[in-house]
């Protein structure tokens, strides 16, 4: 493993020569790369922070110094004959072309190189597969294109939400040269609300998903694990460290596959425990909230964050889509036309469309801020509004 | 390439309708060699889309769901337009000349296997234009991603499969009739070339695979449009299913595309050598294991699925299994070259090139056997990688190995041979430039077919881009030389090369339309 450079080392590493060389330095840094791109040339895996992680890793070390190995030998006889039997320097080819002893020999000694592997695999992959015995469930389920987190526990109110991501689209957005916005640290691997666990406790996952098949990865726990709509998958960690962690998912699912991180926080029992409790306590406030009265321009207000968060990767900022995959809601006859027909179509979704049911999704509030938001922009001006409680009860009915 | 000597009374048709109704061999071996070049250079413009989307973070020139498109379809087309159809162009031209056969057995089929072709790739390529585009869910279109959420094309890329896959079923009877009832007497099977006897293994993995393939789509097809549920889970189905079936079909399909690329540089090697090849016997004999292994290894492309550790087990060991005979067949290749008189020629380069990149390639793959290790790999930048080491310096080189070294024979004229070293070169520099990186990227945690990615994968992916660029642009070298060889060039004599041996090399330079009318003896 080369050791990374970090923009730091770089930085007094420039400061140490003088000036002279400064701009010189200044070139060179410029054609290969701004600063923040020098900032990493990461070569290997991350060892992770749990035993499984770090078997994972020494098998992965192993198996390359075999290879290598291996590879220093073969390259070695072959680059040797190229040099040592080469015609223009007058080589006489040999006439043999059969040996059975050195046949034999190089059958075996793989089949031992083998065996010596399989075993240590075997042993981790078990140890892998033991999802037995965990304090905790969570159930993960993967949608187009966010990860819906569910803690199974039976005490006080539910705490299921979703786990988006959270770079702007105006970072992403570059079509054209444009630059409207610096991309951040975490550029891609943000969330607005991670997983959190804590840390020591073995927390069993239990994947899936709720449309195409998605892959849970979080390198540092060495789990990846598919999301696959109809089937429960399960997998267990014991995280050992406290700290934030960041995977994608890793399975092509669709339009947005490369948006959808994941995000780790590993806390201190007392502190997880803190955090659940306020987790629960805001669930029980939105459930509060649905009998609470709104007016129009508060739900379009309150929409517009949630179309932005769910609904604009397909239909776009402007309302316009991308047809014809993606209709415009701008116009659209359903926007514009009996309440009751839009209702039906964010609540219950189009089946064997890209447009889900984000009545399992998404709070009564949010799903009636929602369609008045869309009912009363992108030049929709239906001057009407959906209420939390309509909603709640259209949710109750199915 | 195809030459036109009219020395017997039946020589070619002129014009079009030579090649639209040949039935020789040469005629349609060149044709099938000029398609998959075109191909080629249309999956190499899709990866260089993507390559330039990936060159810097952030989303430059494509929409992601076109970017997904040019994956999916840059894969498509490599593996059924340029590299399949490549090697059946080879078999067609030299299978016939290896065994002293004066055609191969079914020459109106040959035409027809042919002709399927490019009308499959214009269908499937249209859908590009389609509304709600082409193919965006992978080359391996896993349900339910290629059936509830596919766009509406995917019948159009049903049909098209359905349209290689018959092609590709004819070319391979065609082979293995030849190859078992056309030999010249005294050919034996073990004094077959090794480019026939790898080719007659392939076929029949061929025959036994492609069809399910056809069963594949076709599930796919009904699930879509008739209200089956085959690989959704809502209505009783299974979409692992869906990816058992495929790798059933796509595992031995990797050994299609890479058999005739070991029998290939088994050609190769001694003739620049100037030494017989080594251990003939185990070379058959390995491939043979490598094919049958290959039907019982599928599942380790889907580690991640949640199979029972029982299978997770099995399909490791399996795979791990495949390198001993991979492993034979590299070692034999360099005791042919230990002690021999080696020259450089460009076909001897690229051999060369192919035993050290494949063999890397092989490493990776000893890697990503390993399951609890192939969790961190897999549908990363890692197995692309490592997919690229076996297909492109694998395949790909080899393919083009074969090029320069039977083109003096299809054309009766040497190639340039300072300017094949210039596109060897400048291939090798390119091909590691562009995915010894990808290695990095993968390991670092970047994933697969995604159009933008973190910050921390910037630098190698921008190197990644630069090799792409390099290699694809290095191609137009090719084709230049190639049709500069057409055109004329030193003339080339019957033996060719020094060291060769085999029947193709008794024959003149070009090769006669017909040859073979009597069978060669055979020592
Ligand atoms: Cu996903």
């Not at chain 1, 006889?77 to 006489?92: D, E, I, Q």
């Not at chain 1, 995000?263 to 306590?281: G, L, P, S, T």
């Not at chain 2, 997904?68 to 399949?84: E, I, K, P, R, S």
Request: net charge neutral; aromatic share 16%.
């Amino acid at each position: 493993m080369l050791p990374s450079l970090s923009v730091n080392t770089i930085t007094s590493f420039f400061n140490a020569v003088s000036r002279r060389y400064r701009r010189i330095l200044l070139v060179l840094t410029l054609v290969f790369g701004s600063p923040a791109l020098l900032a990493d040339w990461a070569l290997n895996m991350r060892e992770g922070i749990t035993e499984v992680s770090r078997e994972t890793y020494s098998l992965h070390m192993t198996i390359i110094w075999i290879c290598v190995a291996i590879g220093v030998v073969v390259y070695g006889v072959l680059v040797y004959s190229l040099f040592a039997y080469r015609k223009s320097k007058g080589a006489v080819p040999a006439k043999f072309n059969h040996n059975t002893t050195a046949e034999i020999i190089w059958t075996f000694i793989p089949f031992v190189i083998l065996i010596a592997m399989a075993i240590p695999s075997t042993r981790v992959l078990m140890k892998i597969y033991d999802t037995e015995d965990a304090v905790m469930d969570i159930q993960i389920t993967g949608y187009q294109w966010r990860w819906q987190y569910k803690y199974l526990s039976d005490k006080g109110a539910p705490v299921v939400y979703f786990s988006n991501l959270a770079t702007p689209a105006e970072q992403y957005e570059n079509f054209a040269g444009k630059v409207s916005a610096e991309k951040g640290e975490n550029y891609l691997l943000e969330v607005d609300q991670p997983l959190v666990i804590p840390v020591n406790k073995k927390v069993r996952f239990l994947l899936t998903s709720a449309d195409v098949i998605h892959a849970w990865w979080m390198p540092d726990f060495a789990i990846k694990k598919d999301a696959i709509p109809g089937f429960m998958n399960q997998a267990a960690v014991i995280a050992e460290k406290p700290g934030i962690y960041r995977g994608q998912c890793a399975e092509l699912c669709g339009r947005m596959h490369g948006f959808m991180p994941i995000v780790v926080e590993v806390k201190e029992q007392a502190d997880y425990d803190a955090w659940f409790a306020a987790k629960q306590a805001a669930a029980q406030a939105v459930a509060d909230m649905t009998s609470k009265e709104f007016n129009r321009e508060q739900l379009v207000e309150m929409g517009q964050t949630v179309y932005t968060t769910y609904c604009m990767a397909c239909h776009q900022a402007n309302g316009q889509g991308l047809p014809p995959t993606f209709p415009a809601l701008a116009g659209s006859k359903v926007a514009n036309g009996p309440i009751e027909g839009q209702l039906d179509v964010v609540l219950h979704g189009r089946k064997g469309t890209a447009m889900a049911a984000f009545g399992t999704q998404l709070s009564p509030v949010d799903i009636a801020a929602v369609i008045t938001y869309e009912r009363n922009s992108f030049g929709n001006k239906m001057g009407d509004m959906a209420t939390p409680l309509q909603v709640y009860q259209l949710q109750q009915a199915k | 390439m195809a030459t036109g000597h009219d020395d017997h009374h039946h020589g070619p048709a002129k014009g079009f309708t030579r090649w639209l109704y040949t039935t020789n061999h040469k005629d349609i071996g060149s044709m099938y060699l000029w398609f998959s070049f075109a191909m080629f250079l249309l999956g190499g413009s899709f990866a260089l889309v993507i390559r330039a989307e990936l060159f810097q973070p952030g989303l430059q020139f494509v929409d992601p769901n076109f970017f997904n498109q040019m994956t999916t379809m840059h894969g498509l087309v490599m593996v059924f337009g340029a590299v399949m159809p490549a090697f059946v162009g080879l078999a067609n031209w030299m299978v016939p000349l290896m065994i002293g056969a004066p055609d191969m057995a079914l020459p109106r089929m040959n035409n027809w296997s042919f002709w399927i072709l490019p009308f499959a790739f214009a269908m499937m390529s249209s859908t590009l234009f389609m509304d709600g585009g082409g193919p965006n869910f992978g080359w391996t279109f896993y349900a339910p991603l290629s059936t509830t959420f596919a766009p509406k094309s995917v019948t159009f890329f049903i049909f098209a499969v359905h349209m290689m896959g018959a092609s590709s079923i004819m070319g391979s009877i065609n082979i293995i009739a030849t190859i078992q009832n056309l030999r010249a007497p005294g050919m034996t099977y073990m004094k077959m070339p090794l480019f026939v006897w790898t080719w007659l293994i392939t076929a029949y993995l061929l025959i036994a695979v492609m069809p399910v393939l056809a069963g594949v789509v076709t599930m796919m097809l009904f699930d879509i449009h008739f209200g089956t549920s085959f690989f959704s889970a809502a209505g009783g189905g299974d979409p692992v299913l869906f990816q058992h079936v495929f790798w059933f079909f796509g595992h031995p399909e990797v050994y299609i595309m890479i058999l005739p690329a070991f029998g290939v540089v088994s050609e190769i090697i001694p003739t620049f050598s100037r030494k017989r090849l080594f251990g003939y016997d185990s070379m058959v004999y390995a491939t043979s294991s490598i094919a049958f292994l290959s039907f019982i290894v599928w599942a380790h492309h889907m580690f991640t699925t949640g199979m029972p550790l029982a299978g997770e087990l099995f399909f490791m060991y399996s795979t791990m299994l495949i390198a001993v005979p991979t492993g034979v067949k590299v070692f034999n290749w360099i005791t042919t070259m230990f002690k021999g008189s080696i020259s450089f020629e460009t076909p001897m380069l690229f051999s060369i090139a192919f035993v050290v990149l494949f063999t890397m390639g092989g490493f990776t793959g000893l890697m990503l056997a390993i399951a609890p290790a192939d969790f961190q790999y897999q549908d990363t930048y890692f197995v692309v990688a490592h997919f690229h080491y076996v297909l492109v310096p694998g395949a790909v080189f080899s393919i083009m190995a074969a090029a320069y070294y039977w083109l003096p024979k299809w054309t009766g004229n040497m190639y340039d041979e300072s300017l094949g070293k210039l596109h060897f070169w400048l291939s090798f520099v390119g091909i590691n430039v562009l995915f010894f990186p990808q290695h990095f990227l993968g390991l670092a945690g970047m994933p697969r077919r995604v159009p933008d990615y973190a910050l921390q994968f910037a630098n190698f992916n921008m190197i990644s881009s630069i090799g792409a660029f390099l290699f694809g642009f290095s191609q137009l070298l090719f084709l230049f030389i190639v049709i500069k060889t057409v055109k004329g060039g030193k003339k080339a004599t019957t033996q060719v090369w020094e060291g060769a041996e085999g029947l193709e090399w008794t024959v003149p330079s070009p090769a006669p339309y017909h040859t073979f009318s009597t069978p060669p003896p055979i020592k």
